[in-house]
């Protein structure tokens, strides 16, 4: 189908808690000097400019990373993500905003890499002129889910997997507890971080209860809402689900997220931090 284009959403408040989530498990990675792998299954374009008529058409990002930025004291914890804005940028002005990628690549070092999947005829391109000649990126115009069944385990058995489909098919649900359960069973000890968004409560709670029945343990659930569920139309909350997270995270996204909901939706916003299964 292929007719979602992130343009539209980037530095929205789900790109906000999907890009600080991503940032704290890739600094925690970093506590070891042995190369991780970061592998982005549904990678958009790398890097959206938020003057572009399609991010001003929606706005969403006024409602998302411009209330952050206008925050005078910020939680030392969201530092990286922020660092990987400003190195978008001149200054304090907010014109660029990181995708996936390029929250990644400005954490990268030396000694790591990373794998990139995107689909669509357009933003592939885009993606691929993002990263030109970057010799620790490698990209692949091909389905993500396919894509990361071939790569695991990865040489390096250490590093993180970013599953952010644009769930325009239900089916797309069913996908992602099917690509948990092949992914885990050839690579175990990778840390999986799975975007999820809330539109419809029901099929959250379909996902989250096809992967409890997986047998894997350790699965976190974190989630900021800017409003109540509704039955109409449109996202109200989302969140990430993360299988093997990074012993900080918890402790990180509980001191984050009340913060996050101040800036962004003080009167309606809700968050949660909660085991789906435990250790
Ligand atoms: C939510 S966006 C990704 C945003 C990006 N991860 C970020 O945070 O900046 C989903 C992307 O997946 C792409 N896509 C859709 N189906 C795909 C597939 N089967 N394999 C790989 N990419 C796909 C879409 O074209 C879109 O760019």
């Known amino acids: ?3 979602y284009r992130h343009s539209f959403h980037a ?3 789900a790109d906000v808690i999907k890009h600080i ?4 498990i890739l600094d925690a990675l970093k506590q070891k000097d042995k190369p991780f ?3 982005d299954t549904h990678s958009g ?3 959206y400019d938020l003057t572009h008529e399609w991010s001003e058409k ?3 990002y006024k409602q998302g990373i411009e209330r952050v930025w206008q925050q005078d004291t910020i939680p030392q914890a969201i530092q990286s993500y922020l660092e990987s804005i400003k190195v978008l940028n001149n200054g304090d002005a907010l014109r660029y905003y990181p995708g996936s990628p390029r929250v990644a690549r400005a954490q990268l070092r030396q000694q790591d890499r990373m794998v990139l999947t995107e689909l669509h005829p357009a933003d592939y391109p885009l993606l691929e002129q993002e990263f030109h000649r970057d010799r620790q990126v490698k990209i692949f115009k091909e389905d993500g889910f396919k894509r990361l069944k071939a790569s695991l385990p990865p040489q390096e058995r250490r590093g993180l997997v970013l599953i952010d489909p644009p769930y325009e098919l239900a089916r797309e649900y069913r996908d992602v507890v099917q690509a948990i359960f092949q992914s885990h069973k050839r690579w175990a000890t990778g840390i999986y971080a799975i975007w999820y968004p809330v539109v419809n409560r029901y099929d959250i709670e379909d996902m989250i209860e096809g992967l409890a029945g997986l047998g894997i343990r350790k699965i976190l659930q974190i989630e900021l809402g800017v409003s109540p569920d509704t039955n109409e139309r449109g996202m109200t909350a989302s969140g990430m689900i993360v299988i093997n997270p990074p012993w900080k995270l918890e402790s990180q996204m509980k001191e984050i997220l009340p913060f996050l909901k101040e800036a962004i939706a003080p009167a309606t916003g809700h968050w949660k931090v909660d085991w789906i299964v435990p250790e």
């Open 1 to 3: 189908m292929l007719s």
């Open 21 to 24: 989530v991503q940032s704290l």
């Open 37 to 39: 792998v970061y592998h």
């Open 11 to 13: 530095g929205n408040h």
């Open 45 to 47: 374009v790398g890097r």
């Open 58 to 60: 929606t706005g969403e």
